[in-house]
């Protein structure tokens, strides 16, 4: 499916989401994927409605979520990811 955007779900003092939120930048960059970066600490009500709705639940970080036609699909959840991983993971769709 084609992903409309990416997002990326850190929060303070996690050792593995600065290397997700650099892979995830330049995947965004490459594939010219709109990209948004949140604290789950600090998530905008509407965007833990639509999670939930898509049955998506951030027990840890780093997360990384792509937005497709039809909902959202969960591609990270609380492992260190590389550009080469993350890249993987979006093109077998």
Known sequence: ????????????????CPVAKKAAEKVSEELR???EIFDVTRLPEELEFELLQNQIYIAS???IVAIEE???RLLVLGDPVSYEDLKNILMKG
């Open 1 to 16: 499916m084609k992903v409309s955007k990416l997002l990326v779900f850190t929060q303070e003092n996690c050792p593995n």
């Open 33 to 35: 994927i709109p990209l």
């Open 61 to 63: 970080t780093p997360a």
């Open 70 to 72: 039809g909902g959202m």
